[in-house]
């Protein structure tokens, strides 16, 4: 199944699964090969427009406590039925105002053969105190990488889109 196909079954499934009361608009939807990831927009509490930073990202915290405590249960439920459907593990997160969380997130494991200047670079990110570990520091790499090249990342996905595209239209493809 292409992975397009797969992500808009997903978010069909969602759409007629998630009660409509949880969230404003459709929910932002990330699938790899190991998770899916559903953050969805909640209402920012009401607040006069003189208060302060700290006290705006203080409610926008609390009201994301509270979805979640709220929300527990069916979110349970709802993941452990699309973890079933999709063989992957689901969590779940919430944007509130300017407030983005995401609650409970897969870490997996990467294995990688790193040669001495590449694990040298990780080192120097852990002497320096910039993370815990060799795994945080590459995870550190990765994001930074991601940031700054992504729109070359997204052409490569869009290209990989195309590919499979092509892929089912060929020879080999059934017939309707």
Same mark, same amino acid.
């Given at each position: 199944?292409?992975?397009?196909?797969?992500?808009?079954?997903?978010?069909?499934?969602?759409?007629?699964?998630?009660?409509?009361?949880?969230?404003?608009?459709?929910?932002?939807?990330?699938?790899? %090969?190991?998770?899916?990831?559903?953050?969805?927009?909640?209402?920012?509490?009401?607040?006069?427009?003189?208060?302060?930073?700290?006290?705006?990202?203080?409610?926008?915290?609390?009201?994301?406590?509270?979805?979640?405590?709220?929300?527990?249960?069916?979110?349970?439920?709802?993941?452990?039925?699309?973890?079933?459907?999709?063989?992957?593990?689901?969590?779940?997160?919430?944007?509130?105002?300017?407030?983005?969380?995401?609650?409970?997130?897969?870490?997996?494991?990467?294995?990688?053969?790193?040669?001495?200047?590449?694990?040298?670079?990780?080192?120097?990110?852990?002497? #320096?105190?910039? #993370?815990?570990?060799?795994?945080?520091?590459?995870?550190?790499?990765?994001?930074?990488?991601?940031?700054?090249?992504?729109?070359?990342? #997204?052409?490569?996905?869009?290209?990989?889109?195309?590919?499979?595209?092509? %892929?089912?239209?060929?020879?080999?493809?059934?017939?309707?």
């Amino acid at each position: 199944m292409s992975t397009q196909n797969e992500s808009e079954r997903v978010r069909g499934w969602l759409t007629g699964r998630l009660p409509a009361e949880w969230f404003e608009g459709e929910p932002e939807l990330s699938i790899d %090969r190991d998770e899916i990831l559903i953050v969805g927009r909640i209402a920012a509490p009401e607040q006069s427009d003189d208060v302060s930073a700290a006290e705006r990202s203080a409610a926008e915290e609390g009201r994301i406590k509270q979805y979640r405590e709220d929300t527990r249960e069916r979110r349970i439920e709802i993941a452990r039925e699309l973890e079933h459907a999709t063989r992957r593990k689901v969590a779940w997160g919430v944007r509130c105002g300017e407030t983005r969380t995401v609650f409970t997130s897969l870490s997996a494991p990467v294995m990688t053969r790193l040669r001495q200047p590449e694990r040298q670079v990780l080192d120097t990110l852990v002497d #320096a105190g910039v #993370a815990r570990s060799r795994s945080d520091a590459l995870g550190w790499c990765v994001k930074l990488v991601a940031q700054h090249s992504e729109s070359w990342l #997204a052409d490569l996905r869009d290209a990989m889109t195309k590919v499979e595209d092509v %892929r089912r239209a060929g020879p080999d493809a059934a017939t309707d």
